[in-house]
Nanobody, 122 residues
Framework: QVQLVESGGGLVQPGGSLRLSCAAS????????MGWYRQAPGKQRELVAA???????NYADSVKGRFTISRNNTKNTVYLEMNSLSPENTAVYYC????????????????WGQGTQVTVSS
């Protein structure tokens, strides 16, 4: 069964750093998109950073220069390095990916992780 498993959230002081990981497990025959979203209390879910199919990394304007997305293709894993964190970055961070779960079909399906809480507070 294909699934996304996130890790790395937690409590950090303002100005601190965290690294999130998201591993796609199961039989996977292609990855078309893989990235991170977040949802703060009372706000809509928003894209934070992601790799598109062409391999380009895209970032929300609010995190450019502070967050870095990277990946390990052999492990089907994407990382989000978050630096200079502020309370405004407090949210549940979700991993999302478009994955091809079957060798018999060229179809890709969207998957979501369970979310990991990031809290920035002194």
């Amino acid at each position: 069964q294909v699934q996304l498993v996130e890790s790395g959230g937690g409590l950090v002081q303002p100005g601190g750093s965290l690294r999130l990981s998201c591993a796609a497990s199961g039989r996977i025959f292609g990855i078309n998109f893989m990235g991170w979203y977040r949802q703060a209390p009372g706000k809509q879910r928003e894209l934070v950073a992601a790799f598109t199919n062409g391999g380009t990394a895209n970032y929300a304007d609010s995190v450019k220069g502070r967050f870095t997305i990277s990946r390990n293709n052999t492990k089907n894993t994407v990382y989000l390095e978050m630096n200079s964190l502020s309370p405004e970055n407090t949210a549940v961070y979700y991993c999302s990916a478009d994955l091809r779960p079957s060798s018999y079909s060229a179809s890709y399906y969207n998957y979501w992780g369970q979310g990991t809480q990031v809290t920035v507070s002194s």
